[in-house]
């Protein structure tokens, strides 16, 4: 399309060509006729220019941490044997990336490329999709303006917060209550299954004493078919009861999933993930970073279904870890019925709300509620953590408040 000053042009050279009529001069009419046709010019040309225009955009990561600087590299390629004019690129972001990135380049030579770059910080977990780009391209004159939309667009995953489990943070306080708990979670890595008689060149080191206490007979542990301990995390994502997606404490129950799950994966266990609205998966580490980048909140009312596929899955060589709001007492015991399959069992409950902003009389029946689920749950086999949304997994991980199986180690 014409730009203002296409339009001012081809208006000056058609009132210039009728004045020529007018007064009769034919170099006058030319001039006029001239003026008038290059604006038409000018649209055919950057019509012809446009189709030689190439785009590609490349991300220096496709999955990052919240906080993590993000560099988006456009290249631009000239295929034509013209060079262009000013281009104003703008490449559309996701409103939770921020404002879409406005570039201008003064100009690509023919035959020739360029490279401009913008970078972004996200802050917020999810899974976005960068673009469509647009390029507004016009002619050496400026006298047409025509705007391009490229259609490609490139998928970034801004996977949960990531807690560092596997140290406490003050080392000097409480260190050692967070590896207790981790060794409760790790204690059915690996096991071996059979036993055969010691024979002649064994390795001493295999002798299971035990046996031969109990039989009077050299025993060998027979542990070649050892399997791989897995870990099932299932986070309760009704909206009812932890929250829409992006509050605090739905987000610091994903993080503390993730941060679990982390820590889980890193000492050989397979990962299962389970929400209230679907069923577990088997999944590799980047897979359970990736699944709980896009989970949200499920519209189900009852718990009662997920419960009865995570049972389905129960193994005592599996750790289960739970990740809900405290339960109401009709959901209490069902919950701790559905882990009574299961290895270790970690319970993390995250408060819907801080009770610090709540008044006293919900406060003090949100944390009786926390209450009464943390012990009937530690009676029942559970390691319990209670948490605030803006509470901080680690420190909790590391404290000796809550800690139960961990002397069971």
Partial sequence: MLSPRGVAVFCAGLAMWLAARVLGSAGLEVVGIGLAILPLLAVSFARWNRSRLSVARRLSDVRVAPGTRLSVEIQLRNRSSAPTSFLLIEDRLPPALGRPARLVVSGIGPKASRDVRYTIVPQTRGRYRLGPLTIDLADPFSLT?????????????????????????????????????????????????????????????????????????????????????????????????????????????????????????????????????????????????????????????????????????????????LVAAPPVPTELATLIRAGAGFGPKLALLVYPFDPSTLPPERQAQLEGRATQARLAMTRGGWDCLVLPPSGSLAERWHTPRDRVLASSA
């Fill in 145 to 321: 303006r025509q705007r391009i939309v490229f259609d490609d667009l490139d998928e970034l995953v801004v996977t949960p917060e990531v807690e560092d489990l596997s140290r406490s943070p003050d080392p000097a306080t409480g260190g050692t209550f967070g590896a207790s708990r981790a060794t409760q979670l790790f204690r059915t890595g690996e096991e071996f299954y059979t036993m055969r008689p010691y024979h002649e060149g064994d390795d001493l080191r295999r002798i299971h004493w035990p046996s031969v206490a109990r039989t009077g007979a050299l025993m060998i542990r027979q542990d070649e078919t050892s399997r791989r301990a897995s870990g099932l995390v299932f986070l309760d994502s009704r909206m009812q009861a932890i929250g829409q997606t992006h509050t605090p404490a739905f987000e610091r129950a994903v993080s503390a999933a993730a941060s679990v799950g982390f820590l889980l994966a890193n000492n050989g266990f397979s990962l299962r993930l389970a929400t209230a609205d679907t069923p577990p998966a088997v999944l590799s580490l980047d897979r359970f970073l990736e699944a709980l980048a896009g989970v949200s909140h499920a519209g189900v009312r009852s718990i009662g279904p997920a419960l009865v596929n995570l049972r389905a899955g129960a193994s005592p060589d599996t750790t289960l870890v």
